[in-house]
């Protein structure tokens, strides 16, 4: 199936669902840039290969918005597909929104996948459409009743870095961030971004090229902590050193209950931009949303002593290799 044949096919889709606008994001449940082969939606209809974008698509145009890096790559990777570049202003804006706002009509229908898709990226898009009488849906994954012999989730070991390594524990950690929720006043706080989740549980894995992350979900609350993931990626040992750091192992595909059954009239602190729409839409409405950064991107900001040495290491390493690059040029 040509990129021509698979945009002719989603507009069918469309069509049927009687939905005028599509969007399409480059990203994860986890809102990766870099993503899985399973979520690679953006190349797999576009050809377009770059790490951002968002695709547009109406039943007369479709259009790829990203940014200055990729103009060169997306003006010759979208020749002959059926899709258009169209250069983004400004880097990560949502500037599709305001064209979809002034392009359709009052009573319109835009949608996307609330899976790929930020909490903040959907409630822009709400914020620019809803008003102008055009309905929004992030209920709707039109890619994969498309996608023939579309890739699995990865299924990569994964493994734990000793604190030799990290310069601190699991355990320490998980107490930081649990003071940080404290802090906010949050009964719960769900982590979704895999540089996170690494950080926190000292955990690395391949599921993504070249970044080392495993696919997971964290959940906190104040007396426990729950680590989503398939438990087949980890060793026996690994498991159990997990469970002696007071973490409990669940089903990666659980996580979407393990949202829907948080109690009533609880709190939730999550970060707007590192948590996609669709769990969000699963947080019970009596629950109180707290919105904030991520306390682990602040946290894993500030390096050990440990993990200085490491950097001094490597830069010594690093700068060895590029004296040796430019002695053989």
Not at 17 to 35: G, M, Q, R, V
Not at 122 to 142: C, M, T
Not at 165 to 185: D, N, P
């Amino acid at each position: 199936m040509t990129n021509i044949e698979r945009l002719s096919a989603l507009r069918e889709r469309m069509k049927a669902e009687n939905i005028d606008a599509y969007i399409i994001a480059s990203a994860d449940p986890h809102i990766s840039e870099y993503l899985p082969d399973r979520y690679k939606n953006i190349e797999w209809i576009s050809g377009f290969t770059g790490s951002a974008g968002t695709l547009a698509i109406t039943a007369d145009f479709a259009g790829l918005w990203t940014d200055s890096r990729y103009f060169v790559q997306a003006t010759e990777q979208l020749a002959g597909t059926g899709f258009e570049l169209v250069k983004l202003k400004v880097q990560g804006a949502a500037e599709y929104a305001e064209w979809l706002s002034e392009t359709l009509s009052k009573d319109a229908t835009v949608a996307f996948d609330g899976k790929l898709a930020s909490i903040a990226i959907a409630q822009q898009l709400k914020g620019n459409l809803e008003p102008k009488g055009i309905k929004v849906r992030g209920d709707v994954d039109l890619i994969d009743g498309i996608w023939e012999n579309r890739p699995d989730l990865p299924k990569e070991e994964a493994y734990l870095l000793s604190e030799d390594i990290t310069g601190k524990s699991t355990v320490e950690k998980i107490k930081e961030v649990q003071e940080a929720i404290q802090k906010k006043g949050a009964d719960f706080h769900l982590v979704s971004s895999l540089d996170d989740i690494s950080w926190i549980f000292n955990i690395r894995g391949s599921d993504v090229k070249c970044n080392p992350v495993v696919l997971s979900f964290a959940l906190f609350s104040k007396i426990d902590v729950k680590l989503f993931i398939d438990s087949e990626k980890l060793s026996k040992e690994s498991i159990e050193e997990l469970m002696n750091a007071g973490v409990s192992i669940h089903p990666y595909n659980s996580i979407e209950d393990a949202i829907q059954n948080i109690p009533a009239n609880s709190s939730i602190f999550l970060d707007p931009k590192r948590n996609c729409f669709s769990y969000y839409a699963l947080i019970p409405t009596s629950s109180t949303k707290i919105e904030a950064l991520n306390p682990s991107t602040v946290l894993k900001a500030v390096k050990n002593e440990v993990e200085l040495s490491h950097t001094r290491q490597t830069m010594i390493k690093d700068g060895a290799a590029l004296s040796r690059s430019f002695f053989w040029l």
